[in-house]
């Protein structure tokens, strides 16, 4: 198994630009969710996923879509990159319960200028 | 509205010597609780984690965690730090009906010396 694997690694762009961030599963997990990691601030949701077809808003989604075509893929958007997006994005995915662990990605390191 | 507190942004111990990282929650009923680290530029290692049961909790890497209903508190302990324990660690909370959500603490950034 690979796990959850993200693409790209870094990733630099100019305010205005578009983007989508790559994350993939092969456990068959439901649930995938989108984090961003800034200082000082832990990790906070973007979106989140139930499964295929199923999306939500997490605390910090502004700026942001997603879609869950398939259980395997979540991709995250950025349609107009904003200086204030710059961060580090972690992608998870785990069961769709509670109780089991969250399994994450390496995370892609984005910057806007 | 549920949480998780980590008071301790940054802290600094001598190998060898034991280490207690503290962590808080507010919440009505029986949390879910974790502890992750992350090694500098890594992604994120589950080394714990709490739902039920024993109140003392044995993870990877010789850390364990206690769950103290009266206290509010998942405080991690190791008795004997080691160089490469050197990491941020994050208390994180999951409970009731978030179906997985995770509620991230601030981090505690932890530094060995030798």
């Known amino acids: 198994n690979a796990g959850v694997t993200q693409t790209p690694k870094f990733q630099v762009l100019k305010t205005g630009q578009s983007m989508t961030l790559q994350c993939a599963q092969d456990?068959?997990?439901?649930?995938m969710s989108w984090y961003r990691q800034d200082p000082g601030m832990g990790l906070r949701l973007i979106h989140y996923s139930v499964g295929a077809g199923i999306t939500d808003q997490g605390e910090v989604p502004n700026g942001y879509n997603v879609s869950r075509s398939t259980t395997e893929d979540f991709p995250l958007r950025l349609l107009s990159a904003a200086p204030s997006q710059t961060s580090v994005y972690f992608c998870a995915s785990s069961y769709r319960t509670d109780s089991n662990e969250q399994f994450f990605g390496p995370g892609t390191r984005l910057t806007v200028l | 509205a549920q949480s998780v507190t980590q008071p301790d942004i940054h802290i600094t111990v001598s190998e060898g010597a034991s280490l207690e990282l503290r962590c808080n929650y507010s919440y009505g009923a029986t949390p879910y609780l974790f502890w992750y680290v992350q090694s500098p530029g890594q992604g994120l290692q589950l080394l714990l984690k709490?739902?039920?049961?024993?109140?003392l909790v044995q993870g990877i890497k010789g850390f364990e965690a206690e769950f103290k209903r009266s206290q509010s508190s998942f405080n991690l302990r190791k008795p004997s730090v080691h160089w490469s324990d050197a990491a941020e660690y994050f208390c994180?909370?999951?409970?009731?009906?978030?179906?997985?959500?995770?509620?991230f603490g601030q981090g505690t950034i932890l530094t060995v010396h030798p």
């Open positions: 709490y739902f039920s049961g024993d109140t």
């Open positions: 994180v909370f999951a409970g009731g009906t978030s179906y997985g959500k995770l509620t």
């Open positions: 456990m068959n997990h439901e649930y």
